[in-house]
């Protein structure tokens, strides 16, 4: 599995922090995006052992993008660290990614340097960790084509 950027993680985790994941049967599960302007589609196999999302970084890279990542999170695939949880309410990523020219890191800086040191750190640990464990994930990611709903 190809792993993804460590900027979709954080933005997994403004969905769940948002409750912006819903899942709407069995396998399927519709994300709002951090500027409520889309929603995603995300679709699992019976066996969930292949998602498949309809967001830009799924769709072109090939990688799970956050909303795969939140769905993950809501499953308990990847354990929520409940502690971190609330410094992720109401942050919207595309707004920031925007200001930065999409220079991800800019804004995952800029995000933690609104917490503080100790929370910066736990949250950083917290992530990386979970990079960590998705290394060793061997899902099948696919794109779908589900239309984008706008809100």
């Not at 994941?21 to 995006?33: G, N, P, R």
């Not at 498949?52 to 993008?65: E, K, R, V």
């Not at 979970?130 to 809100?151: C, E, G, H, V």
């Amino acid at each position: 599995m190809k792993q993804p950027p460590i900027a979709k993680l954080y933005e997994a985790y403004s969905a769940i922090a948002d409750q912006r994941v819903q899942q709407l049967d069995e396998t399927h599960w519709q994300i709002t995006s951090s500027d409520n302007a889309q929603h995603y589609t995300v679709i699992s196999s019976d066996d969930a052992q292949t998602f498949s999302s309809n967001d830009n970084a799924t769709y072109w890279q090939g990688y799970a993008g956050y909303p795969i990542l939140a769905v993950w999170l809501t499953l308990g695939i990847l354990p929520i660290n409940q502690q971190v949880l609330p410094a992720f309410e109401k942050i919207n990523w595309h707004a920031r990614n925007e200001a930065v020219h999409n220079h991800y890191e800019q804004a995952i800086n800029q995000f933690l340097s609104e917490q503080t040191d100790d929370m910066a750190k736990t949250i950083q640990q917290s992530l990386a960790d979970q990079m960590s464990q998705l290394a060793t994930f061997d899902f099948t990611i696919k794109r779908n084509r589900s239309p984008k709903k706008q809100k």
